[in-house]
């Protein structure tokens, strides 16, 4: 786990100023949301985080180390995205090794990792499957997964369930509160739908046009 700050973070594309001046702090273990309108800046502050996206100014911490110049792959981070981006020829156990694998982790380790993953995620029956023999939830549990056994002190989240239905939206919603209440990884998690931010945030952080136009905590920000 880590504390992640975001200190006077703007960001130009060419000519256009899309984020101006950000200033976010996220504690150690918090589960923070950024809410906001299409086209506010959210998935750019989030690509920012995970070094997929260059700082035009400011700087970015994690714990206390400023991270604007570390390789994604140098960061403590693990990203879960939308569309699950799943290997569709491995099996789910497979594809939850994949990473570990690649960074050549000790099997043991691999195995102990990926066993802990499916037993909090409730995969255990499903991991000699395909994607493609997978419902949309078990799919993004497995994408869950991936990020899960890699350990990572900060979890970021680009609007993970935004391609299910309504239903499994708010099961998702409820799982992954209850996964973040388990392990207390910090976690930034993004998205558009201001129901989702209220019942998930311990922070809600609302974005417009690039800035900060409030946070706090999720009552405060829309009791009134
Ligand atoms: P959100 O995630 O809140 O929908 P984005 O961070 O995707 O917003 O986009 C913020 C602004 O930056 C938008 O105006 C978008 O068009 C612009 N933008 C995003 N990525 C690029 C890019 N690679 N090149 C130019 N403009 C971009
Ligand atoms: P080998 O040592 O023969 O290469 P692996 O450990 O790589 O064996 O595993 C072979 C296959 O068994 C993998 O493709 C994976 O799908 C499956 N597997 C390995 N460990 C587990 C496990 N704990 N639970 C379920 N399936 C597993």
Not at 56 to 62: N, Q, R, V
Not at 67 to 89: C, G, S, T, W
Not at 94 to 104: E, G, Q, V
Request: with cysteine; aromatic share 6%.
């Amino acid at each position: 786990m880590a504390s992640v700050q975001i200190r006077d973070v703007q960001k130009y594309f060419g000519g256009t100023q899309v984020i101006r001046g950000v200033n976010i702090d996220i504690k150690d273990g918090e589960f923070a949301v950024l809410v906001g309108p299409s086209g506010c800046g959210k998935s750019t502050l989030l690509r920012m985080l995970a070094g997929l996206e260059e700082i035009t100014h400011g700087d970015i911490l994690i714990g206390d180390k400023v991270v604007n110049n570390v390789q994604p792959k140098e960061r403590d981070i693990a990203m879960v995205f939308q569309n699950y981006a799943l290997y569709p020829h491995m099996t789910v156990y497979d594809n939850m090794a994949f990473s570990l694998i690649l960074a050549r982790s000790d099997k043991a380790v691999i195995k102990q990792r990926v066993d802990k993953a499916s037993e909090v995620l409730g995969l255990g029956s499903l991991l000699q499957r395909y994607p493609r023999q997978l419902s949309g939830g078990q799919r993004q549990r497995v994408a869950m997964g991936r990020a899960i056994v890699r350990d990572p002190q900060v979890f970021l989240f680009d609007e993970p369930l935004s391609n299910l239905d309504a239903k499994l939206r708010v099961q998702m919603r409820a799982e992954i509160k209850a996964l973040h209440q388990r392990l207390r990884t910090t976690s930034v998690y993004v998205t558009h739908d201001q129901i989702e931010a209220m019942t998930m945030a311990d922070q809600i952080v609302v974005m417009h046009d690039g800035i900060v136009e409030q946070h706090g905590k999720p009552l405060h920000i829309y009791d009134h």
